[in-house]
């Protein structure tokens, strides 16, 4: 069974810095392209990051460039999204995603 599981989310100051995991199951993780979504309440699920399997190539959304990087552990079967310099716009429920499946979602939440 094929499955994605986030970890990682949390309340955490404006400027301050997370790091999400998503664990793959049921399949080889580094064979695929793996990437990060995000929604807020009352808005749409937007794209965050993507890491294309074999290479990794990664691309960003221009909302968070620069802030943060998505990167793979192949001996884990784990992707990470690392996040730095938060802001309360970037308080959502983060979903990891390999086509076509998805992750139960993590909360992150900036805020004083």
């Known amino acids: 069974q094929m499955q994605l599981v986030e970890s990682g989310g949390g309340l955490v100051q404006p400027g301050g810095s997370l790091r999400l995991s998503c664990a793959a199951s049921?399949?080889?993780?580094?064979?695929?392209?793996m990437g990060w979504f995000r929604q807020a309440p009352g808005k749409e699920r937007e794209f965050v990051a993507t890491?294309?399997?074999?290479?990794?190539?990664?691309n960003y959304a221009d909302s968070v460039k620069g802030r943060f990087t998505i990167s793979r552990d192949n001996t884990k079967n784990t992707v990470y999204l690392k996040m730095n310099s938060l802001k309360p716009e970037d308080t959502a429920v983060y979903y990891c995603?390999?086509?076509?499946?998805w992750g139960q979602g993590t909360q992150v939440t900036v805020s004083l």
């Open positions: 890491i294309s399997g074999g290479y990794g190539s990664r």
């Open positions: 049921g399949f080889t993780s580094n064979v695929y392209s």
């Open positions: 995603y390999s086509n076509p499946y």
